[in-house]
């Protein structure tokens, strides 16, 4: 069997020690059948622990990467996108990657420019990466080959957390390829908690609404998904459905402690349901 050929990615940013590496890591893990990734600096310093740390609490282990002079490339390889990731970088690269075949810009905020203590740095890490990781995976899937929409149900008991979730970050990853709808058997109201940490990846849901499963009765879809078990155990019949899949999360209703231990354990169900459904979903 022949294999595939890959394209030659190159992730730019000033010193290669946080934003270009982060992204690095996430292209191999999302895009490694497609892609091969590298990343460098115009001024390499070491990559910074803490893009280590906020990496590997979402099962991307970046340890092994080191940090790179942009002049191990020059000359040595051709790149059919060179991605750059901060705004100095930006300025240089024209002039250093004249072949780059498609130069695109996506700017994040430097996370090792906090000022704050170890915790809150850490916490800057962690938006930044989030911003990373969703940039990434909707230009993977903008550049999926699908020409109509696959229509997607999410089923959970309320229609109150989780299928709330998972319509809304399908919709906005992948919203080219997919149109997400979400119901529950019986349904409740929207957790607030929810709305909170879906808000912080900038998706407002709060004028969503809890909608029965009835209510899409009759209709066609290529897969309908339960997100929780009671829901897997009293899915109706959908007899439009090409597939039906199954995936429990935990319940954010049933989570306890103080205001900031819950939402932490709501973030973990939503960045779950957003990495499956990545690594679920095709194009």
């Known amino acids: 069997m022949q294999e595939i050929s890959k394209e030659n990615i190159l992730i730019l940013c000033l010193q290669n020690s946080a934003r270009s590496q982060m ?27 803490l893009a280590v740390t906020a990496m590997a609490e979402v099962g991307v282990d970046i340890s092994g990467q080191v940090s790179k002079s942009v002049r191990e490339y020059l000359g040595k390889l051709s790149f059919g996108h060179v991605i750059v990731v901060c705004k100095k970088a930006e300025e240089q690269c024209p ?73 809304s ?12 709808h979400s119901a529950g058997i ?15 990846l900038d998706l407002a849901i709060s004028g969503n609404r809890a909608k029965s499963v009835d209510e899409f009765s009759g209709q066609e879809f290529d897969y309908v998904v339960t997100v929780c078990d009671k829901a897997g155990e009293a899915c109706p019949y959908f007899p439009g459905a090409k597939t039906r899949l199954h995936q429990a999360f935990a319940d954010p209703s049933q989570f306890t402690g103080t205001d900031e231990e819950i939402m932490e354990q709501v973030r973990q169900v939503r960045d779950q349901i957003r990495r499956w459904l990545v690594q679920t979903f095709p194009c």
């Open 23 to 49: 992204a690095e890591g996430f292209l191999k893990h999302y895009g490694s059948k497609w892609y091969q990734v590298y990343s460098a600096g115009f001024d390499p310093a070491p990559v910074n622990p």
């Open 95 to 167: 002039v250093i990657f004249p072949s780059a075949l498609n130069i695109l810009a996506w700017p994040f905020d430097d996370p090792a420019a906090c000022q704050g203590s170890e915790e809150e740095c850490l916490q800057e890490f962690r938006r930044v990466r989030n911003e990373i990781e969703l940039q990434v995976i909707r230009w993977l899937a903008e550049r999926c080959e699908q020409t109509e929409k696959k229509r997607v149900l999410f089923l959970c008991t309320h229609n109150s957390a989780r299928s709330q979730m998972a319509e």
């Open 169 to 180: 970050l399908m919709n906005t990853m992948l919203g080219d390829l997919y149109e997400a």
């Open 186 to 200: 019986e349904p409740g109201k929207l957790n607030p908690y929810v709305v909170r940490a879906m808000a912080e």
